[in-house]
């Protein structure tokens, strides 16, 4: 079975110092893993995925994520917080099988204070 | 401009009534989801489709019913069955075939916050 786990579930970092959010997933396949961002009351934008190329991801708006297959993590980065990056973060795992079931973290709130 | 459109963004519900949330698509993407989100939790699923005229249950069905007569559309009603509606809805969207990169991932809309009268 597989499964996302959150490891913080709010993470408050000053203006322009680095984020790290932390996730760790559980699967018995090679995993596709993503990382969506959500603004209060908005939908889901996708940040990153990682589909077994290159482990080191970028993604948009200065983030990435480097999976590390030994660890079973895929930790999210960012060099410079912005006020603009507060927000909910999900880390999700796909499921293999016909449909891409996507399954979800419980999500971390990154506060960004001035 | 290309994208996933929900309506309403907000919805009320008074008790034993079905409500009706829209979710329409123009990427031309072959399957469409149905989450459900509460406070402090991740999505859950509650139905998808892959092709028109074919949909299956996720992890929370009881309650709710879909239907796919469109490849556009992907109406999502809430019956009076489900007795904690209370959450902010999610239609996603996917294309199936295409390369590697694009084939897993699912693209959102903005959202329908259902409350209870």
């Known amino acids: 079975a597989q499964s996302v786990t959150q490891l913080d579930s709010h993470v408050s970092v000053s203006e322009g110092t680095p984020v790290l959010l932390r996730c760790n997933y559980s699967?018995?396949?090679?995993?596709?893993l993503f990382w969506y961002v959500q603004h209060p009351n908005k939908g889901l934008q996708l940040l990153l995925k990682?589909?077994?190329?290159?482990?080191l991801v970028k993604g948009i708006n200065g983030f990435e994520a480097e999976f590390k297959k030994s660890e079973t993590s895929f930790h999210l980065t960012k060099p410079s917080a912005h006020m603009s990056d507060a927000a909910e973060y999900f880390c999700v795992v796909s499921s293999p099988g016909g449909y891409n079931k996507l399954i979800f973290g419980a999500g971390t709130r990154l506060a960004v204070h001035p | 401009d290309g994208g996933i459109t929900q309506s309403p963004k907000y919805l009320f519900r008074k008790e034993g009534q079905n409500v009706t949330l829209s979710c329409e698509q123009n990427?031309?993407?072959?399957?469409m989801y149905w989450y459900r989100q509460d406070p402090g939790q991740g999505l859950r699923l509650i139905y998808y489709s892959q092709i028109v005229n074919d949909f299956q249950k996720g992890d929370i069905a009881e309650g709710y019913s879909v239907s796919r007569e469109k490849k556009e559309s992907f109406p999502l009603t809430v019956t009076s069955a489900q007795k904690n509606p209370t959450a902010f809805y999610l239609c996603?969207?996917?294309?199936?075939?295409?390369?590697?990169?694009?084939?897993?991932?699912?693209?959102f809309g903005p959202g329908t916050r259902l409350l209870v009268l």
């Open positions: 996603a969207s996917m294309k199936m075939i295409g390369t590697p990169d694009n084939q897993e991932t699912q693209y």
């Open positions: 990427l031309n993407h072959d399957a």
């Open positions: 699967s018995s396949y090679s995993p596709s």
């Open positions: 990682y589909t077994s190329a290159a482990t």
